[in-house]
């Protein structure tokens, strides 16, 4: 199995402040990387696929980069909705596989 | 918009068959334009895929539980099916259906989500 490391496991962060979240996999995914956003007692949230193509209807201060084993998801203007945990996931090959998810609360 | 809802049963005895549907609306599970998939998520902790059938009936399991898995669809009621044998205290968690996208094989439509329980 493909193993998806995230980092930081939590930051904290005002409103307006931009944050970065990396995701590492063990091996190659190419470009097959997509970002969740899940909020508590609700399902995830798709925001970005194939590493930096943003789903349709998600705020552009969401962008995506990377490519082989390193990744990353960046928030510019943090907003106080987007307080929530982020889940990398790779699409490369099955099992598909999540991150441990990083948290993003409020400093 | 696909709507996809999770039902089933919300507590399972330990050594019994978890099984839950999911009911697709908006959108037909014999399109061919997704994969449909199973995600678990333990109490606090991080999400897992489980597995995912297409139109046909091809499946896909993630080999942790393969031996234990069985997804399944029916068509003529546009709902699939999961069903998780020999449960433990392990198999707690909250069981979503979701569409996969071939491509990069994401998941951009996702069900409410249901709490199982494993317990006796």
């Known amino acids: 199995d493909i193993q998806m490391t995230q980092s930081p496991s939590s930051l904290s962060a005002s409103v307006g402040d931009t944050v970065t979240i990396t995701c590492r996999a063990s091996?190659?995914?190419?470009?097959?990387l997509n970002w969740y956003q899940q909020k508590p007692g609700k399902a995830p949230k798709l925001l970005i696929f194939?590493?930096?193509s943003l789903q349709s209807g998600v705020p552009s201060r969401f962008s995506g980069s990377g490519s082989g084993t390193d990744f990353s998801l960046s928030i510019s203007s943090l907003q106080p909705e987007d307080f929530a945990t982020y889940y990398c996931q790779q699409g490369y090959i099955t099992p598909l596989t999540f991150g441990g998810g990083t948290r993003v609360e409020i400093k | 918009q696909v709507q996809l809802q999770e039902s089933g049963p919300g507590l399972v005895k330990p050594s019994q068959t978890l099984s839950l549907t999911c009911s697709v609306s908006d959108a037909s599970i014999s399109s061919g334009a997704y994969y449909w998939s199973w995600i678990r998520q333990h109490p606090g902790k991080g999400l897992e895929w489980l597995g995912y059938?297409?139109?046909?009936?091809?499946?896909n399991y993630n080999p942790s539980l393969r031996s234990r898995l069985n997804i399944s669809v029916d068509t003529s009621k546009n709902q699939f099916s999961l069903k998780l044998t020999s449960v433990t205290p392990a198999d707690t968690a909250v069981y979503y259906c979701?569409?996969?996208?071939?491509?990069?094989?994401?998941?951009?439509?996702w069900g409410q989500g249901t709490l199982v329980t494993v317990s006796s």
């Open positions: 979701a569409t996969t996208y071939s491509g990069y094989s994401f998941s951009d439509y």
């Open positions: 059938i297409d139109y046909s009936g091809s499946t």
């Open positions: 091996q190659s995914i190419v470009k097959y």
């Open positions: 194939g590493a930096s």
